[in-house]
């Protein structure tokens, strides 16, 4: 598979770019919602709590998937200073563009993507027995 041209990589990187302000940006946006609701919340009864511990929950996991997201792109940016994005991790193949423009954070080619994902999965099932 060929490596990965110079302009195929810039404009990967500024897929990157545009997401990383987007998460960056809606994890500010949350962050200020939830502490404007903390401070205007005084709930008048259960289910007022209940709704505000609910809302809370949902931002979280929004939240920890933008950070997970932001993380991501971190780790392509520092592959990308090494020259080693768009090679895959775990075998050391040129990853294909196509998958890059889906996911330009991949760090595995598709084949040991699968491989990485049947083996979490047997360890989930393991684990879980
Ligand atoms: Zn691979």
Redesign the pocket.
């Known amino acids: 598979m060929p490596i990965l041209t110079p302009e195929q990589i810039g404009y990967l990187s500024k897929l990157m770019d545009a997401r990383f302000d987007r998460e960056i940006e809606e994890i500010r946006a949350v962050r200020e919602r939830v502490r404007d609701e903390r401070e205007e919340a005084v709930p008048a009864d259960w289910l007022d709590v209940a709704l505000a511990e609910t809302t809370l929950a949902t931002d979280d996991a929004v939240i920890n998937q933008d950070l997970a997201d932001v993380r991501d792109i971190i780790s392509a940016r520092e592959r990308r200073a090494a020259g080693t994005y768009g090679i895959?991790?775990?075998?050391?193949?040129s990853?294909a563009y196509e998958r890059l423009l889906a996911y330009p954070t991949a760090k595995?080619?598709?084949?040991?993507?699968r491989?990485y994902e049947q083996s979490k999965a047997v360890r989930e099932i393991l684990r879980a027995s």
């Open positions: 895959c991790t775990d075998c050391g193949d990853i595995r080619c598709i084949h040991c993507q491989l």
